[in-house]
T-cell receptor
Framework: EPEVTQTPSHQVTQMGQEVILRCVPI?????FYWYRQILGQKVEFLVS????????KSEIFDDQFSVERPDGSNFTLKIRSTKLEDSAMYFC?????????FGPGTRLLVL | GNSVTQMEGPVTLSEEAFLTINCTYT??????LFWYVQYPGEGLQLLLK?????DKGSNKGFEATYRKETTSFHLEKGSVQVSDSAVYFC???????????FGKGTTLSVSS
């Protein structure tokens, strides 16, 4: 069964450094998403992406964040200058009709 | 806007006990409703869904019925197993249908 994949599974970085989180959505899906989950808290929407552009973003998704689909398969989330509070699990998702399918997540730790 | 409220956890049960995790929602219209499960150390997996009122979603022995009258989508299982220990999230689409809104999650711990 097709699934969303994410790399890396874990990333540790220093505050102020740039990180890129990678995702490969399910191949015939057209809508892509990033969510995050701070430890012990609820899953929060960050951004949605369709037709090579952002279709919606939340208040969390400020200028430090960007997304890109650099080729036909990858979907990336970049955090330009990480802060301590960016430490979280980041989930990529892709959508078909009524259902979103999530990847296993990347656990980001900012020191 | 749309929102979802889940019962606070943790829920601790013995194997073969009956499980109910409450979820109520507030929504404009009748968006699809979902239960996702997160096993320890893993990502979010779709457990079941219901797309319209009175629909019952079911999977792996879990069930939830989309109740318009009570704006609820409670998750139930007749006999839980240790392997069901996980965090369960109720979710629905936002008003625009462009992103999922999740509840805070309910941790279920099942002991043998």
């Amino acid at each position: 069964e097709p699934e969303v994949t994410q790399t890396p599974s874990h990333q540790v970085t220093q505050m102020g450094q740039e990180v890129i989180l990678r995702c490969v959505p399910i191949s015939n899906h057209l809508y892509f998403y990033w969510y995050r989950q701070i430890l012990g808290q609820k899953v929060e929407f960050l951004v949605s992406f369709y037709n090579n552009e952002i279709s919606e973003k939340s208040e969390i998704f400020d200028d430090q964040f960007s997304v890109e689909r650099p080729d036909g398969s990858n979907f990336t989330l970049k955090i330009r200058s990480t802060k301590l509070e960016d430490s979280a699990m980041y989930f990529c998702a892709s959508r078909t009709e009524e259902t979103q399918y999530f990847g296993p997540g990347t656990r980001l730790l900012v020191l | 806007g749309n929102s979802v409220t889940q019962m606070e956890g943790p829920v601790t049960l013995s194997e073969e006990a009956f499980l109910t995790i409450n979820c109520t929602y507030t929504a404009t219209g009748y968006p699809s409703l979902f239960w996702y499960v997160q096993y320890p150390g893993e990502g979010l997996q779709l457990l079941l869904k219901a797309t319209k009122a009175d629909d019952k979603g079911s999977n792996k022995g879990f069930e939830a019925t989309y109740r318009k009258e009570t704006t609820s989508f409670h998750l139930e299982k007749g006999s839980v197993q240790v392997s069901d220990s996980a965090v369960y999230f109720c979710a629905l689409w936002n008003q625009a249908g462009t992103a999922l809104i999740f509840g805070k999650g309910t941790t279920l711990s099942v002991s043998s």
